[in-house]
């Protein structure tokens, strides 16, 4: 191993036990590759495919003079649901251009993907908890 620091991730990956099994091995390189991943506003709240942050469609949103109302507001409640289902982390708002979970402000959205997953974990304040499209990830 050189002598350079490297994250807990980094080095983990690194250090193979022959005692391990393959599906133990298998599961601990997703859960590591998961917490390298550069975080995207996606992983906390509902957002489109440029990662703009979506409200939940009301129905009087799509009602106006045109007669296609309903199915618009149909596709809006299925794009809304699908980008529910990536967001990985439970609990987080957008206030003020800020990520909030329980009063506590984590960072401007601008500078989220200057972080990773396991940059949260500095946050111990928070009770960070995962959705279940979030375990799926690393789950066998």
């Not at 859960?31 to 506003?41: D, E, G, I, R």
């Not at 990773?116 to 375990?135: G, N, P, R």
Request: net charge negative.
């Amino acid at each position: 191993m050189e002598n350079k620091l490297i994250s807990m991730v980094d080095f983990v990956i690194s250090q193979w036990s022959i005692d391990l099994t393959p599906i133990q091995r298998e599961r601990i390189q997703k859960y590591a590759n998961f917490l390298k991943q550069a975080l995207k506003l996606g992983m906390f709240v509902p957002c489109d495919e440029n990662d703009v942050p979506l409200v939940e469609p009301e129905m009087d949103m799509f009602f106006t003079a045109t007669t296609d109302g309903m199915a618009i507001y149909e596709n809006a409640v299925y794009d809304y649901q699908q980008a529910k289902d990536r967001v990985l982390f439970e609990g987080f708002e957008i206030h003020s251009g800020y990520l909030y979970k329980e009063s506590v402000c984590l960072f401007q959205i601008s500078e989220c993907k200057l972080y990773t997953i396991e940059h949260l974990l500095s946050f111990e304040e928070l009770d960070l908890t995962l959705t279940a499209s979030a375990i799926k990830q690393f789950e066998l």
